[in-house]
């Protein structure tokens, strides 16, 4: 199933970029077809509007396809959270005896003391 999404979710992206890619700006005309006819499929305000329509189911179906992934990846989460959990308590056991007694050692820097 989430192969399925992922690779839908390619075809779309792709699909969208295209779309996208073959709009004009705002100021320029589409071009496609000829004449200057009012409406039509292929007259450059129809081809304009069939293009955005285009681009807008594209860009829905690609969100729904990444809340459809998304709720696949949840399906197989664990619910918990580690801040539910208890932590755990340790009893202290009794303090190790040293055999030999610990010295300390220096605790700032040595100097040599001159002669």
């Known amino acids: 199933m989430q192969t399925?999404?992922?690779?839908a979710e390619l075809v779309i992206a792709i699909a969208l970029i295209i779309f996208v890619l073959l709009q004009r700006s705002e100021g320029g005309a589409l071009g496609i077809g000829g004449g200057g006819g009012m409406g039509g499929l292929f007259s450059p305000r129809g081809a304009a509007d069939t293009l955005t329509r285009t681009?807008?189911?594209l860009?829905?179906?690609f969100f729904v396809t990444c809340i459809?992934?998304?709720l696949v990846a949840l399906r197989g989460r664990d619910e918990t959270s580690f801040l539910?959990?208890?932590?755990?308590?340790?009893?202290?056991?009794p303090a190790?005896?040293?055999a030999t007694p610990?010295?300390?050692?220096?605790?700032g820097?040595?100097?040599?003391?001159p002669q």
């Open 4 to 7: 399925l999404l992922l690779f």
């Open 55 to 57: 681009t807008a189911i």
């Open 96 to 98: 190790p005896n040293p």
């Open 84 to 93: 539910d959990s208890v932590p755990a308590t340790t009893v202290p056991g």
């Open 68 to 70: 459809a992934l998304n």
């Open 59 to 61: 860009a829905f179906l």
């Open 109 to 113: 820097p040595s100097v040599p003391k």
């Open 102 to 107: 610990v010295v300390p050692g220096p605790t």
